[in-house]
């Protein structure tokens, strides 16, 4: 079992960054695929990004590709989200999500792919 936390979340002017975290405790010492997701009042969750064990393969959404980043340090079982050029609509409670892989590529962009999800942590955009 892993347990999830984020954290870096907060409120920021349109055009502005953060950089959220997301510290994995627990089987860390077994092969995670990580995503990001985002869930807007009334709306469902949705895939924001996700990141292999390896860190050699990454995939966005098209609504923030170009101005999110993920990556991964797994000396530190910490993964990150680096949001620029944040946007009104980029507003959600961002959650991270873990999966076992057996392969150092592979990752996942849907939900139901990932079993461990952290609490999440808000992100607010004013316009």
């Known amino acids: 079992q892993v347990q999830l936390v984020e954290s870096g979340g907060?409120?920021?002017?349109a055009g502005?960054?953060?950089?959220?975290?997301?510290?994995?405790?627990g089987r860390t010492f077994?092969?995670?695929?990580m995503g990001w997701f985002r869930q807007a009042p009334g709306k469902e969750r949705e895939f924001v990004a996700a990141i292999s064990w390896s860190g050699g393969t990454t995939r966005y959404a098209g609504s923030v590709k170009g101005r999110f980043t993920i990556s991964r340090d797994n000396v530190k079982d910490t993964?990150?989200?680096?949001?620029n050029s944040l946007k009104p609509e980029d507003t959600a409670v961002y959650s991270c999500a873990a999966t076992i892989?057996?392969?150092?590529?592979?990752?996942?962009?849907?939900t139901r792919a990932y079993d461990h999800w952290g609490q999440g942590t808000q992100v607010t955009?004013?316009?």
């Open 16 to 25: 502005g960054s953060l950089r959220l975290s997301c510290a994995a405790s």
């Open 10 to 13: 907060g409120l920021v002017q």
């Open 101 to 110: 892989v057996t392969q150092a590529m592979t990752l996942f962009t849907q």
């Open 125 to 127: 955009v004013l316009s």
């Open 79 to 83: 993964v990150y989200l680096q949001m």
């Open 30 to 33: 077994v092969r995670y695929a």
